[in-house]
T-cell receptor, first 111, second 114 residues
Framework: DAKTTQPPSMDCAEGRAANLPCNHS???????VYWYRQIHSQGPQYIIH???NNETNEMASLIITEDRKSSTLILPHATLRDTAVYYC????????????FGDGTTLTVKP | NAGVTQTPKFQVLKTGQSMTLQCAQD?????MSWYRQDPGMGLRLIHY???????DQGEVPNGYNVSRSTTEDFPLRLLSAAPSQTSVYFC?????????????FGNGTRLTVT
């Protein structure tokens, strides 16, 4: 599985968009990009995933560059409850595809 | 809809003791996995299974055994606990046949080995 690189921490003002970057320069054609977040010490929560196209759901948007070597998770209107550790993962599209978690980005939303 | 259920939530062991962390899912997921998370760190994969009767090692398998006799259950066994195994353990599952399926996590077991 490809490795990902994320900044260790970011701040965002409440109500503003939070843009979390992720580099995955060695991603393969059959690897998906997934984003999860972990609030306090709870189990990680799935946010969104994509392969080539940009994706949007009720929680966030995912922008994947055309060469697929990087992506950005966008929380359009961050709230204090979005303070969490955000993990970007790439995983091969097979039954045995493993999800390897790095240290993620700690996002702090400030009032 | 229970999802992924882990028991116990908390456990304290003495060095050398053995125990089994339980994980059960009711979503008919083929893929199940165990992670550990040390303070301030990300999750590290211990073992995983792509279906009943099939298991494989992850990044940090030493000191842990697993088995998968049913689709629903994936227990993690510590045969002789060591202080280095003090951590939070998360079980996760997903659909196996479809590649683009996200992981569903349990709420974790917080283990302290003294």
């Amino acid at each position: 599985d490809a490795k990902t690189t994320q900044p260790p921490s970011m701040d965002c003002a409440e109500g503003r968009a939070a843009n979390l970057p992720c580099n995955h320069s060695t991603i393969s054609g059959n690897e998906y990009v997934y984003w999860y977040r972990q609030i306090h010490s709870q189990g990680p929560q799935y946010i969104i995933h994509g392969l080539k196209n940009n994706e949007t759901n009720e929680m966030a948007s995912l922008i994947i560059t055309e060469d697929r070597k990087s992506s950005t998770l966008i929380l359009p209107h961050a709230t204090l409850r979005d303070t969490a550790v955000y993990y970007c993962i790439v995983r091969v599209d097979t039954n045995a595809g493993k999800s390897t978690f790095g240290d993620g980005t700690t996002l702090t939303v400030k009032p | 809809n229970a999802g992924v259920t882990q028991t116990p939530k908390f456990q304290v062991l003495k060095t050398g003791q053995s125990m089994t962390l339980q994980c059960a899912q009711d979503m008919n997921h083929e893929y199940m996995s165990w992670y550990r998370q040390d303070p301030g760190m990300g999750l590290r994969l211990i073992h995983y299974s792509v279906g009943a009767g099939i298991t494989d090692q992850g990044e940090v398998p030493n000191g842990y055994n697993v088995s998968r006799s049913t689709t629903e259950d994936f227990p993690l066994r510590l045969l002789s606990a060591a202080p280095s195994q003090t951590s939070v353990y998360f079980c996760a599952s997903r659909l196996g046949k479809r590649g683009s399926s996200p992981l569903h996590f349990g709420n974790g077991t917080r283990l302290t080995v003294t």
